[in-house]
């Protein structure tokens, strides 16, 4: 029972991320799949270390409210 929910946990979160946009998808790849730094990001993205933290911060309130719909269902 456990593994079956995790295996449901893990691909609503699969699918809700499919629903943010390519940068803001990218932006999270970036930082939590690659590790890597503000600084990086920005370099990659070609954009400054702000933009990327208000990208971020708006991409993570998107994933948020995209579970939490979900988990509502």
Known sequence: EGAYEDAWVQ??????LQELTAEQQHVLALRFSQERSLEETA???GKTVTAVKALQFRAVASLRRLLEDRLRR
């Open 43 to 45: 370099g990659i993205l």
């Open 11 to 16: 691909q609503q979160v699969r699918d809700a």
